[in-house]
């Protein structure tokens, strides 16, 4: 069985400019979160869908929005970028909900903003 | 507020020898307690978790981690490292019967270095 795939696996933007990342879960994994890796910061939340439907939202401003589609693919979208947007964004799946489940992680967008 | 700490940046220890990285949590209600590990470059990778029951939870490549309520600890353990052990560990926390379900809070990571 494939693992969390996520694309692009670099991404290099220059301040004001918006991205697109890409995830597509594990086949038959239906919730996909989303996390923030910084030095500074570490991982931190930034959403969870499951079922097309946004169930959690980290606090994150309103720059940072996501989407998951009917086959439970995800992406998110970072608009008008800052430099302190640069960041590993890892994406992660898992069967349902269910609080005792592990997340399987994808290797991650590197997204640089200069 | 629901947290977790890991209180060393990092560990160093000699191949062969037993490792411990400690974790420590506040949560209300019951935890639900996760280990991942990171190698350069890639995502986190599964190693072992905490729901209920023997406080002594074994895990992926010999890890093991012990839950101590008293002590709000959930420290990883492995009897003799490896080289290949060398990465970056997280602690994670998920408060059971949170709707928060998708939400994993982690630790600020302790890096593990394993010298030959």
């Known amino acids: 069985k494939a693992g969390v795939t996520q694309t692009p696996r670099y991404l290099i933007k220059t301040r004001g400019q918006q991205v697109t990342l890409s995830c597509s879960p594990i086949s038959g994994h239906r919730s996909v979160s989303w996390y923030q890796q910084t030095p500074g910061q570490g991982l931190q939340f930034l959403f969870e869908y499951f079922s097309e439907t946004q169930r959690n939202k980290g606090n994150f401003p309103g720059r940072f929005s996501g989407r998951q589609f009917s086959n439970s693919r995800s992406e998110m979208n970072v608009s008008t970028l800052e430099l302190g947007d640069s960041a590993l964004y890892l994406c992660a799946s898992s069967p349902n909900r269910a609080t005792n489940e592990k997340l399987f992680f994808g290797s991650g967008t590197q997204l640089s903003v200069l | ?116």
Not at chain 2, 34 to 42: A, E, H, I, K, S
Not at chain 2, 53 to 70: M, Q, T
Not at chain 2, 91 to 115: E, M, P, W, Y
């Open chain 2, 1 to 116: 507020a629901q947290s977790v700490a890991q209180p060393e940046d990092q560990v160093n220890v000699a191949e062969g020898n037993p490792l411990t990285v400690k974790c420590t949590y506040s949560v209300s209600g019951n935890p639900y307690l996760f280990w991942y590990v990171q190698y350069p470059n890639r995502g986190l990778q599964f190693l072992l978790k905490y729901i209920t029951g023997d406080n002594l939870v074994k895990g992926s490549y010999g890890f093991e981690a012990e839950f101590n309520k008293s002590q709000t600890s959930f420290h990883l353990k492995k009897p003799s490292a490896l080289v290949s052990d060398s990465a970056l560990y997280f602690c994670a926390v998920r408060d059971h019967g949170s709707s928060n379900t998708g939400k994993l809070i982690f630790g600020q990571g302790t890096t593990l270095q394993v010298k030959p």
